[in-house]
């Protein structure tokens, strides 16, 4: 079992930044590959992007690359994904995910799912 927890969240402006944090604790840290999603009111849950094991890979949808960027603290257990250049759009509760396979898209791949932590990008 892996649990993870995510926090950061907040209320922002347009344009503005936040980072989020997932920390994780259970199985090895090193073991999983990580992936952030999120889901707004009404929609299904999107993938954000993900990052392999040792943190040298990351991957994004297009709705967020070069704005967003996955980071992860091995020694500390810890996935990180920084939100820059915020939009009203960009509006959901964003997720944690552990999975056993870097790059992975669907959501059904991750293994393991944090409690989520609302972004509210305010126009």
């Known amino acids: 079992q892996v649990q993870l927890v995510e926090s950061g969240g907040g209320l922002v402006q347009a344009g503005g930044s936040l980072r989020l944090s997932c920390a994780a604790s259970g199985r090895p840290f090193t073991s999983y590959a990580m992936g952030w999603f999120r889901q707004a009111p009404g929609k299904e849950r999107e993938f954000v992007g993900s990052?392999?094991?040792?943190?040298?890979?990351?991957n994004y949808a297009d709705s967020v690359r070069g704005r967003f960027t996955i980071s992860r603290d091995n020694a500390k257990n810890t996935v990180f994904l920084q939100l820059n250049s915020l939009r009203p759009e960009d509006t959901a509760v964003y997720y944690c995910a552990a999975g056993r396979s870097w790059g992975v898209t669907a959501g059904r791949e991750y293994d393991y799912w944090g409690q989520g932590t609302q972004v509210t990008v305010s126009s």
């Open positions: 990052i392999n094991w040792s943190g040298a890979r990351t």
